[in-house]
């Protein structure tokens, strides 16, 4: 009963259960006591982040490697100690605010889900946990009718008694849920620890001079990658290369080339900074964007325009304005551009606005506290745009080399991006920086200056672009790695949010909720 894509009169049962569940615990009643419910809260589950190192046994590889790949004391079975110390690479930490796009109740938290058969439930507050439990039970009972003594020796519990007695129907802030470990606590989601040492003896199994792998080997490789990708943050961005390999592959095999190899890499990056480098939940659900971001790229150059909300902390030297900026192309990224005169180039239009896209997302995060922040970047490229939705393409050409940055970029300053479509006539402010390079910021800002919300110079600040990051970024173009610490500039600190509310100043403030944050983006 483990379907993900199971027709739906297969959970119309537990979807009703969970309906029932939420309704009854959206009103005031108080359920009545359950037998399971007593048996359950005297279990302690136990934690699965404490799961002892010398309790797991080393997972068999499911890469056979050929006599000519091993190598005297590099055993064929890995095993991955979270407890040995690694160098960690940076990232920004935590932030201490929350989005006030978050909504905020004055009741307990009270709700529950279903996947399939397995229902999840959420509750604060101790008495109010059994509330939801008992409840949630009750209504099980109502749709399958629970054991009874006249039943047939052959007929069981609906309420699996087993889950029950290994702590599952206990309430714990860190708790293992459908292969993920939720901590509640510090609101974070990671893989278990079996899951980070399959993920180790996956890369260990690969050695550089590995060459080639049989198809279905890498089926494997990649589907056990993809699963972990939601707990590794920037991850999804570096698949270019190994999905390359799969569509030219030969007959049976696949070719590890030296794209492949360098996409293993990354995995081994961050691998060794796993334990300090979850994935918090804040960076998986997109909420009401915190800034509003409009770039466009030309053979010239590339340029975008900023607009944060209200609430919105600058860093230190910035204010609460709009952000400019823009970036003229060197001599050898132009001369390497495909045009009607030069059929032979190596890099496109929609490169170039994929790299201008990049730059952009510098620009928001060096001029602004992005981080756990959904920001919303526009372009009126339609490649661009959905490159960065999907995250990876299936060549190793230009693209490949920049949504590799992309990740590396989101993973150190913990960002939640959204990318739209904006038509070519609508962005006259990021057409304009992309191209009148010929124009000084004086005489271009004032061109602009009926599509900016304030008049003169008080209306706007200008953001020049990193030479660190614009150096990985031309790298990419070329078709070049840069080492991941490239994309890791410190910005300056944030300076703290303070807005008037009724005549009071806050360092809360609370803006109104979208009414459906989870929307689709609108159709291009």
């Known amino acids: 009963m483990g379907w993900k894509n199971s027709p739906p009169v297969f959970s119309t049962a537990t979807e009703t259960i969970a309906d029932l569940a939420n309704q009854r615990l959206a009103s005031a009643m108080e359920p009545r006591p359950h037998p399971l419910d007593e048996e359950a809260e005297k279990i302690v589950p136990e934690s699965p982040l404490e799961t002892s190192v010398s309790q797991r046994q080393s997972l068999p590889s499911i890469l056979r490697r050929s006599s000519k790949h091993l190598r005297p004391g590099r055993p064929l079975r890995v095993r991955w100690d979270p407890t040995l110390p690694h160098s960690s690479p940076r990232h920004l930490p935590v932030p201490t605010l929350r989005d006030p796009s978050l909504p905020k109740q004055s009741r ?33 009972d109502d749709v399958f009718r629970p054991l009874e003594a006249t039943d047939s020796i052959h007929r069981r519990e609906p309420i699996s008694l087993k889950k029950l007695r290994k702590g599952d129907c206990s309430w714990s802030t860190v708790k293992l849920v459908l292969g993920w470990i939720i901590d509640t606590a510090n609101m974070t989601i990671h893989l278990p620890p079996h899951r980070v040492e399959r993920l180790a003896e996956i890369l260990a199994s ?38 390359s390999a799969l569509s030219l ?26 334990a300090n480098r979850p994935t918090r939940i804040a960076e998986l659900v997109p909420l009401l964007a915190s800034a509003l971001g409009h770039h466009d790229a030309s053979g010239t150059g590339a340029g975008g325009v900023w607009f944060p909300a209200t609430h919105l902390s600058p860093r230190a030297g910035y204010s609460n304005k709009p952000v400019l900026w823009r970036l003229k192309w060197p001599k050898e990224i132009m001369e390497k551009l495909v045009t009607s005169t030069n059929r032979s180039g190596t890099i496109s239009n929609s490169d170039l606005e994929l790299a201008g896209a990049l730059l952009h997302l510098e620009a928001i995060c060096q001029s602004f506290d992005v981080r756990e922040r959904t920001i919303l970047s526009k372009t009126d490229n339609l ?45 006259p402010v990021a057409d304009a920086l992309s191209r009148d390079f010929s124009m000084s910021w004086p005489q271009l800002t004032k061109s602009l200056a009926p599509h900016l919300p304030q008049k003169g110079k008080d209306g706007f600040q200008i953001w020049d672009p990193t030479p660190q990051v614009v150096t990985s970024v031309f790298s990419a173009l070329h078709k070049k790695r840069s080492p991941p610490e490239s994309l890791t500039v410190e910005p300056t600190a944030p300076t703290p949010p303070i807005l008037i509310v009724n005549g009071i100043p806050t360092l809360n403030p609370t803006i109104n909720w979208a009414s459906n944050p989870l929307s689709k983006p609108s159709r291009t």
């Open 249 to 274: 592959k030969t007959g049976n095999r696949v070719a590890l080339d030296k794209g492949v190899h360098a996409a293993l890499d990354d995995f081994r990056f961050i691998l060794k900074d796993i």
């Open 383 to 427: 490649n661009t745009l959905f490159w960065q939705r999907k995250g990876s393409t299936t060549s190793g050409k230009v693209p490949a080399h920049l949504l590799r940055l992309f990740g590396i970029h989101q993973r150190y300053h913990r960002y939640v991006p959204r990318f739209d479509y904006l038509s070519g006539p609508s962005n």
């Open 108 to 140: 307990p938290l009270s709700y529950v889900d279903v996947f399939v058969d397995d229902f999840i439930g959420l509750a604060q507050q101790s008495g109010n946990s059994r509330r939801v439990r008992r409840i949630l039970m009750h209504a099980i």
């Open 206 to 243: 690969i050695p550089v001079t590995q060459r080639r792998c049989s198809v279905q080997k890498w089926y494997k490789v990649l589907g056990e990658l993809r699963s972990m990708s939601l707990a590794l943050p920037g991850s999804r961005n570096i698949f270019s290369h190994m999905q």
